[in-house]
């Protein structure tokens, strides 16, 4: 199936986990994929990972930064053209108790979350074709709350109401906006902020009603869903991914 074939796909923190099980995905689809990550290492590692696929490309950009998503997507437009697909990945999740948590604890979480995601829609929307589609991902912990998460959960709960708002402000444009919300899937920062703290066993029984942890590509295969045609008449919606964990 080549769902995404000539079109051209931007993905913010694609070296790793989500962001680069999409990139996969969707170049498995006839996509032309950018990733974008902070780190170099790390990009060349994700390209590594993917057999130096040619129609994959890496570029360092910090989402924190808005003047450097400003020359990200400029330089995409002037290289590449215009684009089909933006996928908000990028963003960071740390394990702190409340009443330690500091203000650049804070402002780190809140800006790679949230700001982050806020200004690639906006810097990225002058090179989006009609018809494009963006998706935000998310976190279950925007419906649910957990004590070692406050920051974090409140980050993610404003990536859902930012789907919601772009949604409504971008229609009129013809660019669809959703978002996909995952749950534990077995990515580098649930193992550091859950997996390396509990028994895996003990926390899949007691919060995955469906017994397993998901993987990476169970949330592309969403994104690649709502970035497609096939999904050309839903407009702001979140789509949970998370085994269950929030529903059941």
């Given at each position: 199936?080549?769902?995404?074939?000539?079109?051209r796909?931007?993905?913010?923190?694609?070296?790793?986990?989500?962001?680069?099980?999409?990139a996969?995905?969707?170049?498995?689809e006839?996509?032309?994929?950018?990733?974008?990550?902070?780190?170099?290492?790390?990009?060349?590692?994700?390209l590594?990972?993917?057999?130096?696929?040619?129609?994959?490309?890496?570029?360092?950009?910090?989402?924190?930064n808005?003047?450097?998503?400003?020359?990200?997507?400029?330089?995409?437009?002037?290289?590449?053209?215009?684009?089909?697909?933006l996928?908000?990945n990028?963003?960071?999740?740390?394990?702190?108790?409340?009443?330690?948590?500091?203000?650049?604890?804070f402002?780190?979480?809140?800006?790679?979350?949230?700001?982050?995601?806020?200004?690639?829609?906006?810097?990225?929307l002058?090179?989006?074709?009609?018809?494009?589609?963006?998706?935000?991902?998310?976190?279950?912990?925007s419906?649910?709350?957990?004590e070692l998460?406050?920051?974090y959960?409140?980050?993610k709960?404003?990536?859902?109401?930012?789907?919601?708002?772009?949604?409504?402000?971008?229609?009129?444009?013809?660019?669809?906006?959703?978002?996909?919300?995952?749950?534990s899937?077995?990515?580098?920062?649930l193992?550091?902020?859950?997996?390396?703290?509990y028994?895996?066993?003990?926390?899949?029984?007691?919060?995955?009603?469906?017994?397993?942890?998901?993987?990476?590509?169970?949330?592309?295969?969403?994104?690649?869903?709502?970035?497609?045609?096939?999904?050309?008449y839903?407009?702001?919606?979140d789509?949970?991914?998370?085994?269950g964990?929030?529903?059941?």
């Amino acid at each position: 199936m080549s769902r995404f074939e000539g079109k051209r796909v931007v993905i913010t923190g694609g070296s790793r986990g989500i962001g680069l099980a999409t990139a996969s995905r969707f170049a498995a689809e006839g996509a032309h994929v950018v990733i974008t990550g902070r780190s170099l290492d790390r990009l060349n590692d994700a390209l590594a990972a993917l057999g130096q696929v040619p129609n994959i490309v890496a570029l360092k950009c910090d989402v924190t930064n808005v003047s450097e998503l400003e020359a990200l997507f400029a330089g995409i437009n002037a290289h590449y053209g215009t684009f089909d697909v933006l996928v908000a990945n990028a963003g960071v999740g740390q394990r702190t108790e409340f009443e330690k948590v500091t203000e650049a604890e804070f402002d780190r979480i809140m800006n790679a979350n949230v700001k982050g995601a806020f200004f690639s829609v906006q810097k990225a929307l002058p090179y989006l074709n009609p018809g494009s589609s963006v998706v935000l991902v998310g976190s279950n912990l925007s419906y649910t709350g957990w004590e070692l998460a406050t920051v974090y959960g409140a980050s993610k709960a404003a990536v859902l109401n930012l789907t919601r708002s772009l949604a409504s402000t971008l229609s009129s444009r013809g660019i669809r906006v959703n978002g996909v919300t995952p749950g534990s899937i077995r990515t580098a920062m649930l193992q550091e902020v859950v997996l390396d703290h509990y028994d895996e066993a003990e926390f899949v029984a007691s919060e995955l009603p469906m017994g397993f942890i998901g993987d990476p590509d169970d949330v592309a295969k969403v994104i690649a869903f709502l970035a497609s045609d096939d999904a050309r008449y839903i407009l702001g919606e979140d789509i949970l991914c998370d085994g269950g964990s929030t529903r059941l």
